[in-house]
């Protein structure tokens, strides 16, 4: 396989459950991030890792812990979510020094909805 | 903090006709922008990078421009066909932290 996939692909899940997501790049790059994107809105960076260390954190609620285990996989671990946190979760993978301007390599998403 | 304004109403083109989408930004003018493409169900993807000191850059029949005085970029598609039909987001890359800042994107609707 090829490229960024994310799986799963679509998630419902109740405000007391907990999931998590899982991205896997499969083009050797060293940063990977994570995104939310709702209607109308621009992407909103929730979170950046390079060379396996978080380099970033968005003042994102601590209801979404991120994990990335070694270089190609990217995990984003959800708790207690609220209604409004529905939305599509992208991960994207770039090479190079961390954003840089190098373009970012993304995946499907995970279309998540909380009930 | 810097901002990215893209027209939020859908751009309705005539197949054959150049389609033309506006990226507009406040304060700073950033080292970098960005052009990508999103369609339903998929995640974005990379067109084309113009860098500050660039007017234009081309790609097959995309274009785009940058204009540091007007603080804004325009994404030319000529000769448009109904598959250019898409979101086209612009990001733009700041020299401070080399983040990506993005627009909210314009859907265009490329009629046969």
């Known amino acids: 396989e090829t490229g960024v996939t994310q799986t799963p692909r679509h998630l419902v899940m109740g405000m007391t459950n907990k999931k998590s997501l899982k991205c896997e790049q499969h083009l050797g790059h060293n940063a990977m991030y994570w995104y939310k994107q709702s209607a109308k809105k621009p992407l909103e960076l929730m979170f950046v890792y390079s060379l396996e260390e978080r380099v970033e954190n968005n003042s994102v609620p601590s209801r979404f812990s991120p994990e990335c285990p070694n270089s190609s996989h990217l995990f984003l671990h959800l708790h207690t979510l609220q209604p409004e946190d529905s939305a599509l979760y992208l991960c994207?993978?770039?090479?190079?020094?961390?954003?840089?301007?190098?373009?970012?390599?993304f995946g499907p998403g995970t279309r998540l909805t909380v009930l | 903090s810097q901002k990215i304004e893209q027209n939020s109403e859908a751009l309705n083109i005539q197949e054959g006709k150049t389609a033309t989408l506006t990226c507009n930004y406040t304060n700073y003018s950033p080292a970098y922008l960005q052009w990508y493409r999103q369609d339903p169900g998929r995640g974005p993807v990379f067109l084309l990078l113009?860098?500050?000191n660039e007017k234009e850059k081309r790609k097959e029949r995309l274009k785009v421009t940058f204009d540091t005085t007007l603080k804004q970029s325009l994404f030319h598609i000529t000769a448009s066909q109904p598959a250019d039909s898409a979101t086209y987001l612009c990001a733009l890359i700041m020299d401070s932290n080399y983040q990506l800042i993005w627009g909210a994107g314009t859907k265009l609707i490329i009629k046969p």
């Open positions: 113009i860098r500050e």
């Open positions: 994207a993978s770039s090479q190079g020094e961390t954003g840089h301007h190098n373009e970012q390599f």
